[in-house]
């Protein structure tokens, strides 16, 4: 059987309901893609919140961050002819792109990694300047020393982008700037140096010749990215033929680095999937899943916002126990357990 995850019985764990809006007016229309680490012997997860207005019958509308740094809802009439709506993340008017929803980041916490509460002493995260005025995505967390660092994904009207920023105490935050421009999404940086140096996967995108693949950067200072090389690449037939890109930061296991990616179709279907990579030298793709390791089977992952997602960037592992925490349909906060020996078993040595 290719799907080997254990999802939890209480699944979903988290819906929007249970998250108040940032703002009121807004609606929290999507949890998603919580990035996921140990803070004070809690479990945390620093959730996606997608929000925009309620919506009226005739109009679609979302919030953006304005060039004077003031949140201004966009409104479009649907029977206009420049409106394009067949994509229920984007809209595209008058030949340029919008998301439908504006994404901050929230903090939960949990003693038993099951049951989640916010916080009130830990502030929501949002975009801000003009790299971040549609939002920020899909954080992965990864800490260094006392140092947690946040690379989630930067949109604005200037394109997808990789921003950083970095806190010991999860109230003050230091923002490091874009570090990876666009078209890239999907970076997770890994929990040790290598050599000395900073290492990370990431996933520039390449419109003609090249794809949605994933990279591998290096770096001495987290702030300045190079050496960049190509690891995994879409396999054409399989499932993950239109695109992949990595979840969280690598697990080290004896054998190699052990990393949990998503893969897409042409139909937008996301699997996970494992890739190993040498433990000394990481550019080196050691094994690969040729199944995938999870599909959206759940009638929660089937069906939502966006059906068919599973979308992880955020796990913990404990000894031979990887619990990853994931979004599904880009609705709602799931979890599932892994044996990482299980998942080392599956892969096949020498797979590109
Ligand atoms: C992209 C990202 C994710 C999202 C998936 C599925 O990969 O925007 O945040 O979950 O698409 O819609």
């Known amino acids: 059987m290719a799907d080997i995850a254990q999802r939890f019985p209480q699944n979903p764990i988290l819906k929007p309901g249970q998250i108040l809006p940032s703002i009121p007016g807004m609606n929290v229309e999507c949890l998603l893609n919580p990035g996921v680490f140990r803070f004070g012997g809690q479990t945390c997860l620093l959730l996606r919140v997608a929000e925009r207005p309620e919506q009226k019958i005739s109009t679609t509308s979302f919030p953006i961050v304005n060039a004077s740094g003031e949140l201004e809802i966009l409104e479009f009439d649907n029977a206009d002819p420049r409106l394009d709506r067949s994509d229920p993340r984007v809209i595209n008017f008058a030949g340029r792109d919008y998301l439908t929803t504006m994404s ?84 997770a940086i890994f929990s040790e140096r ?101 599909e959206p089977l759940a009638e929660y992952e089937r069906t939502g916002f966006f059906g068919n997602v599973i979308f992880t960037n955020g796990h913990v592992v404990d000894g031979d126990t990887v619990t990853t925490y994931y979004g599904a349909s880009d609705s709602v906060i799931c979890g599932a357990r892994f044996s990482i020996r299980e998942i080392l078993s599956t892969l096949h040595r020498g797979q590109r």
């Open 104 to 187: 901050h980041l929230r903090l939960v916490q949990s003693e038993d990694g099951v049951n989640f509460r916010e916080q009130a002493k830990c502030p929501p995260i949002f975009g801000q300047g003009d790299l971040e005025s549609y939002g920020i995505e899909d954080c992965r967390v990864t800490q260094l020393g006392d140092i947690y660092y946040l690379t989630y994904t930067a949109v604005s009207e200037n394109g997808v982008g990789i921003g950083l920023r970095s806190t010991t105490d999860w109230r003050e935050f230091r923002r490091h700037g874009m570090i990876l421009p666009p078209h890239n999404k999907d970076c």
């Open 194 to 294: 290598i050599g000395g140096k900073y290492y990370a996967l990431h996933r520039p995108s390449s419109p003609f010749i090249g794809g949605n693949y994933i990279w591998l950067a290096e770096s001495p200072d987290l702030e300045h990215w190079g050496h960049h090389r190509c690891l995994a690449q879409s396999r054409p037939g399989m499932w993950d033929s239109a695109r992949v890109g990595a979840g969280a930061a690598p697990i080290r296991t004896a054998e190699g680095w052990l990393e949990i990616y998503h893969g897409a179709d042409a139909e937008n279907r996301y699997c996970w999937g494992a890739l190993l990579l040498d433990l000394h030298a990481p550019w080196r793709v050691l094994a690969r899943s040729h199944e995938p390791i999870m």
